[in-house]
Every structure is written in structure tokens, then in C-alpha cells.
T-cell receptor
Framework: DAKTTQPTSMDCAEGRAANLPCNHS???????VYWYRQIHSQGPQYIIH???NNETNEMASLIITEDRKSSTLILPHATLRDTAVYYCIVRSASNTGKLIFGQGTTLQVKP | NAGVTQTPKFRVLKTGQSMTLLCAQD?????MYWYRQDPGMGLRLIHY???????AKGEVPDGYNVSRLKKQNFLLGLESAAPSQTSVYFC???????????????FGPGTRLLVL
């Protein structure tokens, strides 16, 4: 699976959109971009995933560049409960499903 | 549905003691995983299972054993606990990887283990 690079930390004002970038320049054609988050002391929580097209669900939007070498997770209206570590993970369907977690981005939502 | 549950939630062991962590899922998932997370670090895969009766090693398998006798349960064993195994342990499960899309993993709440 391709390696990902994320900023170590970011701040966001409550009510504003939080935009979390992820670089995955070595991604291959059959690899998906997944986002998970981990709120303090809890198990990781799935947020969203995508292959080529932009995706949106009730939690967030995922924007993938046309060359697929980077992506951005968007939380449209961040709340204090969105404070967490966000992990960008690239994986293929053929890897038996193993997730390789990096350091992630610590998002601090401030009032 | 309870999803993925883990027992116990917290445990203190002395060096050399043994224990078993239990993970249970009620989603009929084929794949199950055990991860550990040390302070300030991401999760690392210990062992995983792609179906009942099967297990495989992950990134950090040394010092641990696993068993998957029933599809819904995945056990993680520490035969002789060491202080280096102090960590938070997370279990996860997912559908098979069949098809074009990798399947989402669902995580349990974690077991906090302290080895003195």
C-alpha cells in the first residue's frame, strides 16, 4: 500500500470548515483513499473513502485530485466533538484488509 | 447490534503472568484484527484472521498468540506478559476483501493493559 503524508497538527474554529490534507504521491490505480479518526481513548471510527471521484456522506466530504496524488478531507461545520486524530490511509482490495496507520493529523477545534 | 465488543476494558498484570483478551463481533464479518496502540503513536497490527480457524501474523506479532475457533470471536493471548506489552489493544472486524473495494473496518472500544 502507498505511503501517506499528513501535517502533524491543525487548528480550526468551531463552526468553520476543517480541511485536512493528505499526500499519497505513490498511490497506484487500484488503491483507495480511506479516512478514519480517533477521538481520545476511543477506537478508530470510519469516516469516508474514495477511489477517483469526490465523495460525500453525512460526516464529511472527500476531495481527490485528478492525478490522485493528494486528497483533502472536509468537515463542513466543525464542532468541538470533532477534535481528534485523523488518519489518511491508502489501501487496495487485495491486501486482506490490513490497515497501516501513520501518525495522523491532530485536529483541535477551538471555540 | 452491539458491533465489536472487547473484554476486559482494563487489566493490570505482573510481569510473567498470562491473560487472554476477548473480541466479539455480531456483524457476521469474516475478517478480524488485533492492533496495539502505544502513547502518541498510530495503531500497529499484531495478528489478524481471514476466517474461522485461520490466523496470520501482522507487524508486531512477537509475544502474542491468537485463536479464531468461532467466527464471531477472536482471542489474543499473552503467555508471559512483559512491561513492553503495556498498551491499548483494539480489535476490529470487516467483511472479506472480495470485490473491487476494500472493506471498512469497525473497531471495538479497546482494552487498556498495564504490565508491572
Amino acid at each position: 500500500d502507498a505511503k501517506t503524508t499528513q501535517p502533524t497538527s491543525m487548528d480550526c474554529a468551531e463552526g468553520r470548515a476543517a480541511n485536512l490534507p493528505c499526500n499519497h504521491s505513490t498511490i497506484s490505480g487500484n488503491e483507495y483513499v480511506y479516512w478514519y479518526r480517533q477521538i481520545h481513548s476511543q477506537g478508530p471510527q470510519y469516516i469516508i473513502h474514495g477511489l477517483k471521484n469526490n465523495e460525500t456522506n453525512e460526516m464529511a466530504s472527500l476531495i481527490i485530485t485528478e492525478d490522485r496524488k493528494s486528497s483533502t478531507l472536509i468537515l463542513p461545520h466543525a464542532t468541538l466533538r470533532d477534535t481528534a486524530v485523523y488518519y489518511c490511509i491508502v489501501r487496495s482490495a487485495s491486501n486482506t484488509g490490513k490497515l497501516i496507520f501513520g501518525q495522523g493529523t491532530t485536529l483541535q477545534v477551538k471555540p | 447490534n452491539a458491533g465489536v465488543t472487547q473484554t476486559p476494558k482494563f487489566r493490570v498484570l505482573k510481569t510473567g503472568q498470562s491473560m487472554t483478551l476477548l473480541c466479539a463481533q455480531d456483524m457476521n464479518h469474516e475478517y478480524m484484527y488485533w492492533y496495539r496502540q502505544d502513547p502518541g503513536m498510530g495503531l500497529r497490527l499484531i495478528h489478524y484472521s481471514v476466517g474461522e480457524g485461520t490466523t496470520a501474523k501482522g507487524e508486531v506479532p512477537d509475544g502474542y498468540n491468537v485463536s479464531r475457533l468461532k467466527k464471531q470471536n477472536f482471542l489474543l493471548g499473552l503467555e508471559s506478559a512483559a512491561p513492553s506489552q503495556t498498551s491499548v489493544y483494539f480489535c476490529a472486524s470487516s467483511w472479506t476483501s472480495g470485490g473491487p473495494s476494500p472493506k471498512t473496518q469497525y473497531f471495538g472500544p479497546g482494552t487498556r493493559l498495564l504490565v508491572l
